[in-house]
């Protein structure tokens, strides 16, 4: 799922182009894009992004976008340890031993993801 305008916070704290404005500064843009996207001036965006409304907006919406990017790496790694499974299993002993080696390797993050779900701790750091 995209972060746009319409996902991110457009409560009755944002006015009609701030939703834009927002959006444009969740995805990373520049004072320039974000005041091109908004149809505002430079010195606006500078100034609503000063606004604690607009910070929090912004905020939940990078926040809402890191969620998505965990869920969708997660189901890629959970569909890796799938076939990494299936792979340990294979009738040719260089395969299954490769598989085995490989889920080894990385046993202690498969087993933080195992369930569906990443869980990283402070002395864990990222789980990739």
């Not at 091109?36 to 100034?47: C, D, F, H, P």
């Not at 912004?58 to 959970?78: K, M, P």
């Not at 202690?108 to 195992?114: D, G, I, M, N, W």
């Amino acid at each position: 799922m995209d972060t746009t305008a319409d996902s991110v916070r457009t409560d009755s704290m944002l006015k009609g182009d701030e939703a834009s404005l927002v959006a444009a500064a969740v995805r990373g843009g520049t004072l320039s894009e974000i005041a091109a996207e908004a149809g505002v001036s430079i010195s606006t965006v500078q100034r609503r992004l000063r606004d604690p409304d607009i910070e929090v907006a912004i905020c939940e919406g990078r926040t809402q976008q890191q969620r998505e990017a965990v869920g969708r790496l997660n189901a890629d790694l959970n569909g890796a340890i799938m076939r990494l499974r299936e792979l340990v299993q294979h009738e040719d002993p260089r395969v299954a031993l490769s598989a085995i080696d490989k889920w080894m390797a990385h046993a202690h993050r498969f087993s933080t993801t195992a369930n569906g779900f990443a869980t990283a701790s402070p002395d864990q750091g990222d789980v990739t």
